[in-house]
């Protein structure tokens, strides 16, 4: 186990803006950073991060939390595997306790197939670098593809021996379950029989954005027609293969700094770019691109370069492929290399600077590039010109920019040879088959949507929610901050009457709540707000220096992410770019005191008013003259609130 010292390093040293930053593309946003929510398919920004509070918030998805949570979720790593990332990423030495059996027994299944996955990579390397049938297959393999040590180790690059239990029967005498050996693929089990899936193979471990040993490919050196060339993990618990991209966990800090990605085929692909010096290149490891693949680029950049062989053949069909990108409101590009040329064997003929300038003069975009390579195989056959020009605009209707769809119809017009006219005729027919086809779908769900609208009731608005929540944010915020307050003071007037005087005190904001609150015995009716309430209060009071960041930390889940919920409700408007269109909203820090006192004043007004209600129903319920007594507290609880509301300035 981590030991407490440690995590306390690591919660200080760690900044929820850089962690985060690994795995979604940030933007300034004011004081705060926003980018799309890596937790659902968006395409304006929900995500936001705070610096100051070290906090993030997904609007679209209602999570949010610390540095730690987000790992949590985002790679859904356990609790100490968040720590020991964070630990790693900032160079951070932790101390360990002795973890009990009992412990150990608790590790779910996910975590038993990570582990069994991180052995794996670690056995297959091994063998490479450290065995003579590593060495003289596996590593001379890499070594004649032009892969260094340095790329090699980089990579994890590794071997399985060409024998049909030798990874498994070491993962078993190492302790490993055979369930969780044959759940990853690493070991095919039929009935009483057991070997390893990559006997004879070179190994590519297949990782997550964050860099976790996901699966593995394949490749197999000896010729056999049998054999597959290269064969990949099945997909499991901790591996899907339409959601990963190899290379992402070394590509994306680049991508996000060259905002774009080049999209190449194979795992040497990868590699070779990586060594020349391209780094912000993935792969699809040989699979057809999916939406979910694309999410993960566009996470960090809206700009796609897909880089094709000379195979004419092969490239017409991933053509077809990459409409997905298209309808995602991505930019994308394509550039070929000559015949018999691919990504993998340029790279290494060229210096990164000739591989750099061949890239930026070769790159065409996309909708460019389908028409000049459609029209080539089209201009002398009308028949198949006429479905060329349907497939270009089919692919156009696919994007959902409407201004970037009329400058792609006049550049398919340029290349085609034909008129915009009969191109933006075309495009609408496609637009009105679709939005027809939603209209049928809309009217066959009509009457159960009708069923709902008339049976839900409208929701109205929990005023003592509001202004709970907004109590226990004034406290995460300026709880410890000392400020004057004006307290209201009823005294009678000449005539006898109760008049309210205004008097300044000084109180920190934690005191003048929890006093206000105590004295007019208001209770909080959200048991998760209570409990929240007096959680603070007692920090508050024990701790003159109050950390945020400290306490958001040392809560469990549930109510770290409530806490969250919470402080970053009011940074909605920093999505918005509000200062773009010259709207400044005033900093709440300027008007702290007069937030308390707002909050608390209209906190009473409302419990007076139900006060009242209840009266009301009471009489209603009872002969009026025998409740003259309830009547004079209604008269004396109006009057109250009707000085209160004065000093809100409000019309009742």
């Keep these: 186990m981590i030991s407490p010292s440690s995590i306390d390093q690591i919660f200080e040293t760690s900044r929820v803006e850089e962690v985060i930053g690994d795995f979604v593309q940030l933007k300034k946003a004011g004081s705060n950073f926003k980018g799309l929510s890596p937790f659902s398919d968006e395409r304006s920004p929900s995500f936001m991060v705070s610096p100051v509070k070290q906090i993030w918030k997904d609007f679209s998805t209602g999570k949010g939390g610390t540095a730690v949570s987000f790992l949590m979720e985002h790679e859904h790593f356990t609790y100490p595997e968040a720590l020991r990332y964070l630990a790693k990423k900032y160079n951070i030495e932790i101390e360990e306790t002795v973890q009990s059996d009992e412990q150990k027994e608790k590790a779910n299944e996910k975590e038993s197939l990570y582990l069994v996955s991180e052995f794996a990579s670690e056995y297959f390397k091994n063998i490479l670098h450290k065995t003579d049938q590593g060495k003289s297959i596996g590593l001379s393999y890499f070594k004649e593809r032009g892969f260094t040590e340095e790329t090699i180790k980089k990579f994890d690059l590794g071997y399985s021996l060409n024998e049909w239990r030798a990874f498994t029967d070491e993962a078993l005498k190492k302790g490993y379950n055979i369930d969780y050996l044959a759940k990853t693929g690493l070991t095919i089990v039929k009935e009483d029989k057991r070997f390893d899936r990559f006997k004879g193979r070179v190994m590519f471990p297949i990782k997550s954005m964050s860099g976790r040993v996901l699966g593995f490919g394949g490749r197999i050196l000896i010729t056999d027609k049998k054999a597959a060339k290269y064969v990949n993990s099945p997909e499991s618990e901790i591996y899907y293969k339409s959601k990963v991209l190899y290379g992402i966990h070394l590509a994306k800090q680049s991508i996000a700094k060259e905002d774009n990605c080049f999209l190449v085929e194979g795992y040497t692909d990868v590699i070779q770019f990586h060594q020349t010096g391209v780094h912000n290149v993935v792969s699809s490891s040989g699979t057809a691109l999916t939406s979910e693949q694309i999410r993960l680029i566009n996470r960090l950049t809206k700009n796609i370069t897909v880089l094709f062989d000379g195979d004419a053949a092969g490239m017409r069909a991933s053509l077809r492929g990459i409409d997905l990108i298209l309808e995602q409101g991505m930019n994308v590009r394509v550039c070929t290399f ?57 692919s156009i209707s696919k994007i959902p920019d409407r201004i970037k769809q009329e400058i792609y119809i006049q550049e398919c017009a340029r290349i085609m040879d034909i008129s915009e006219e009969v191109l933006f005729t075309t495009l609408a027919q496609l637009d009105k088959k679709e939005t027809q086809e939603e209209h049928k779908k809309t009217q066959s769900d009509q009457k159960a949507f009708e069923v709902i609208k008339h049976e839900a009731p409208q929701e109205k608005v929990d005023v003592q929610y509001i202004l709970e929540r907004k109590i226990i944010e004034l406290l995460l915020l300026y709880g410890s901050k000392t400020k004057d307050f004006e307290d209201l003071v009823f005294k009678e007037n000449e005539k006898g009457e109760l008049e309210l005087e205004p008097v300044i005190q000084q109180a920190k904001v934690f ?63 920093s999505l918005d770019d509000w200062n773009r269109m010259d709207i400044f909203p005033k900093e709440k820090e300027v008007t702290i005191a007069q937030i308390v006192s707002e909050t608390i004043l209209s906190l009473r007004c409302f419990l007076i008013d139900q006060k009242v ?30 000085l209160l509301s004065r000093k809100l300035n409000r019309v009742l």
């Design 338 to 394: 000559p015949e018999g040329e691919d990504p993998d064997s340029f790279a290494k003929q060229n210096t990164l600077e000739e591989l750099g300038t061949y890239l930026n003069e070769n790159a065409k975009d996309f909708i460019q590039f389908k028409a000049s390579v459609l029209f080539e195989d089209s201009k002398n056959d009308p028949i198949k010109k006429a479905e060329t020009v349907r497939d270009i605009i089919m």
């Design 613 to 642: 209600k209840g009266f009301q129903q009471e009489t209603l319920q009872n002969k009026i003259d025998t409740n003259r007594n309830i009547l004079e507290e209604v008269k004396d609880y109006s009057s109250l609130k009707m």
């Design 511 to 573: 005191e003048k709540i929890f006093l206000d609150l105590q004295d007019d015995e208001m209770e909080f009716s959200n048991p998760q707000f209570k409990i929240l309430y007096y959680t603070i209060i007692d920090r508050l009071n024990q701790d003159a220096a109050f950390d945020l960041k400290t306490f958001v930390n040392s809560v469990d889940q549930d109510m770290a992410n409530e806490i969250t919920t919470i402080l970053m409700e009011d940074e909605r408007y």
